[in-house]
């Protein structure tokens, strides 16, 4: 596959439009709403900034780097291995069912265009959406880099799209925040793929803490 093509498998990739339900998660930003952390513009950037920080830079990227690097040299212990280690590293109910939701959904899809090593991953183990996005971009020939940079666009703009519906923003606002995220990404994949094994792992007691008090919540837009 050319550059060229490898690039607009990306853009589908990343596009809104892939049917695999993303929309329907906030990842614990409907509560922290709802409890008066975050209000503004100001405070989205800083609830969904400080995850990128904290989070998906020291333990999202590294290990998608290393499921990608697994798909690509037939490592099957590798995958296993990474994707038990993410899953287990979510805090809370509503995180880890986010994340298999969408590997799930992701995984059908994959399948259905014609990526047979999916078929096994759909029914027969619970795979979070790292894993499947690393098979689909490895498959693709898009470079690692490119690859995780495009998972952390992903991540990102799910949370704004949460945000400019929950707090409510502008759709300029939302553009904004984009911006300011767009701005952190390429450090934080950096710095997430070139971590060492030991040094994986990341925490925000906040965010822990709102996708619990979520799962109890009275009313709800959102799924986590």
Known sequence: MSTIEARLRLWQLLSPALPIGAYAYSRGLE???????????AGAAEWIGGQLRHTVQHLDIPVFARLYRAWAAGD???LEHWNAFLLAARESAEQRAEDRYLGAALARLL?????????PWRH???WGFAAPFALATERFGIALEDAALGY???WCEQQVAAAVKLIPLGQTAGQRLLLALGAMIPAAVRTGCALADEDLGGTAPGLGIASARHETQYTRLFRS
């Open 111 to 119: 399948r259905d265009l014609g990526i047979e090593e999916a078929r």
């Open 76 to 78: 099957p212990e590798g």
């Open 31 to 41: 509560y922290a709403v709802a409890a008066g952390w975050v209000w503004d513009e």
């Open 152 to 154: 952390a666009w992903v």
């Open 124 to 126: 027969e183990r619970p």
